[in-house]
T-cell receptor, first 113, second 112 residues
């Protein structure tokens, strides 16, 4: 199994540009998440989804959008990039219940200049 | 005050030493996760606990729900254990089903 596949690994954007971070999982997980990790800080939840067609905001959703048209895919869209969005982004998926386990993508290092 | 506090922030050990990393939290939880972030940045799930103790190889994780505290122990530490260890808790109340609260991590360096 590939697990969670996240692309790209690195990206540099200019202020005001837009981009989409792609995330795909092959474990048939209902739950998918986007986090950002800033230096010296814990992971912060941007958006999450509990199934195809259902998404909701996390702690830091401003400047981002998501969609979940299939169980497998959960892309994150950055519109009008700002320097404050410079961060490392992680996509993750999980099952729930007594065997709950998180699976993370390899991360995207994004710089907005 | 952060809802999830880890200690120590940084830890340097000699190969073979027994290591303990602590996680304290201030909210009611339904689950606690221990994660490992490799020097290259990748994050791997180690344990999910809702009570008691779990063991996998040289890693042992314990949780005390009444004291709102969990520990991650590494026996016979090895340089390949060098990583950042992250504690995360899931609240047992509130409408946000997806919201894990993460600690800032403990950076472990094991010297040969």
């Amino acid at each position: 199994n590939a697990g969670v596949t996240q692309t790209p690994k690195f990206r540099i954007l200019k202020i005001g540009q837009s981009m989409t971070l792609q995330c795909t999982q092959d474990m048939n997980h209902n739950y998918m998440y986007w986090y950002r990790q800033d230096p010296g800080m814990g992971l912060k939840l941007i958006y999450y989804s509990v199934g195809a067609g259902i998404t909701d905001k996390g702690e830091v959703p401003n400047g981002y959008n998501v969609s979940r048209s299939t169980t497998e895919d959960f892309p994150l869209r950055l519109e009008l990039a700002a320097p404050s969005q410079t961060s490392v982004y992680f996509c993750a998926s999980s099952n729930r219940g007594v065997t709950e386990k998180l699976f993370f993508g390899s991360g995207t290092q994004l710089s907005v200049l | 005050k952060n809802e999830v506090e880890q200690s120590p922030q940084n830890l340097t050990a000699q190969e073979g030493e027994f290591i303990t990393i602590n996680c304290s939290y201030s909210v009611g939880i339904s689950a606690l996760h221990w994660l490992q972030q490799h020097p290259g940045g990748g994050i791997v799930s180690l344990f999910m606990l809702s009570s008691g103790k779990k063991k996998h190889g040289r890693l042992i994780a314990t949780i005390n729900i009444q004291e709102k505290h969990s520990s991650l122990h590494i026996t016979a530490s090895h340089p390949r254990d060098s990583a950042v260890y992250i504690c995360a808790v899931r609240r047992n109340y509130g409408g946000s089903q997806g919201n894990l609260i993460f600690g800032k991590g403990t950076k472990l360096s094991v010297k040969p």
